[in-house]
């Protein structure tokens, strides 16, 4: 609840890696057409406007450097990531969420595009097809981490609490114990940081004999 990350993996995929010599649309047999990526790039930023852009450039570096991986890397790669997707998915179907609108708008716009067979990269494609999704998911994570990092809390504290009452209670019972966990170490902090006693200074050193 009070932790947030910046993208949905804990290794950002290597954005800014930019060979020399860069096939710059085109990822082994397969070429990226300008239109979609310019699509792409305006779906990115209508759900989060402060996101970096992407071109073909971009896009076909990163591709080819997941298709280098060895296939069980690369399929950790795609699979850490593809994994909050499903949590996106949950969130929106969960009764005992009280979502935020504007957040949850953005998540459907997200989850549309993955939706979709053929979108920047057709998901046909062996491994590749899911880069698009990654990468759109990467990019648009700060629009939609606090609420997806707040439903995840929710969820790991009403698995283990298991509190009692509807949807609205379970909830209340969350932010109440996640505040006084707040307040506790907020409490831990100020007395750690803290003195019991300040002596100062003494003018003539403590002597004996």
């Given at each position: 609840?009070?932790?947030?990350?910046?993208?949905?993996?804990?290794?950002?995929?290597?954005?800014?890696?930019?060979?020399?010599?860069?096939?710059?649309?085109?990822?082994?047999?397969?070429?990226?057409?300008?239109?979609?990526?310019?699509?792409?790039?305006?779906?990115?930023?209508?759900i989060h406007?402060?996101?970096?852009?992407?071109?073909?450039?971009?896009?076909?570096?990163?591709?080819?450097?997941?298709?280098?991986?060895?296939?069980?890397?690369?399929?950790?790669?795609?699979?850490?990531?593809?994994?909050?997707?499903?949590?996106?998915?949950?969130?929106?179907?969960?009764?005992?969420?009280?979502?935020?609108?504007?957040?949850?708008?953005?998540?459907?716009?997200?989850?549309?595009?993955?939706?979709?067979?053929?979108?920047?990269i057709p998901?046909?494609?062996?491994?590749?097809?899911?880069?698009?999704?990654?990468?759109?998911?990467?990019?648009?994570?700060?629009a939609v981490?606090?609420?997806?990092?707040?439903?995840?809390?929710?969820?790991?504290?009403?698995?283990?609490?298991?509190?009692?009452?509807?949807?609205?209670?379970?909830?209340?019972?969350?932010?109440?114990?996640?505040?006084?966990?707040?307040?506790?170490?907020?409490?831990?902090?100020?007395?750690?940081?803290?003195?019991?006693?300040?002596?100062?200074?003494?003018?003539?050193?403590?002597?004996?004999?």
């Amino acid at each position: 609840m009070f932790m947030r990350t910046t993208a949905p993996a804990d290794t950002p995929l290597p954005w800014d890696d930019r060979p020399d010599h860069a096939s710059r649309d085109r990822i082994g047999d397969f070429v990226l057409d300008a239109a979609a990526v310019s699509r792409f790039d305006q779906l990115l930023h209508a759900i989060h406007p402060q996101a970096r852009h992407v071109d073909a450039d971009r896009i076909a570096t990163l591709g080819r450097w997941l298709q280098g991986l060895p296939a069980a890397q690369a399929r950790a790669v795609l699979d850490e990531r593809l994994r909050r997707i499903e949590q996106l998915r949950a969130m929106l179907d969960d009764a005992d969420w009280d979502r935020r609108e504007a957040a949850c708008e953005r998540v459907r716009t997200l989850l549309a595009y993955l939706d979709q067979d053929h979108d920047l990269i057709p998901d046909a494609i062996p491994l590749l097809g899911l880069l698009d999704d990654v990468i759109l998911l990467e990019l648009a994570w700060p629009a939609v981490a606090t609420e997806a990092e707040d439903y995840a809390d929710f969820c790991a504290y009403r698995a283990t609490a298991q509190p009692d009452g509807d949807g609205a209670q379970r909830r209340e019972a969350w932010i109440r114990d996640r505040l006084d966990a707040l307040a506790l170490y907020q409490h831990h902090a100020r007395v750690n940081g803290s003195r019991y006693i300040d002596a100062g200074h003494p003018d003539r050193p403590f002597r004996v004999g």
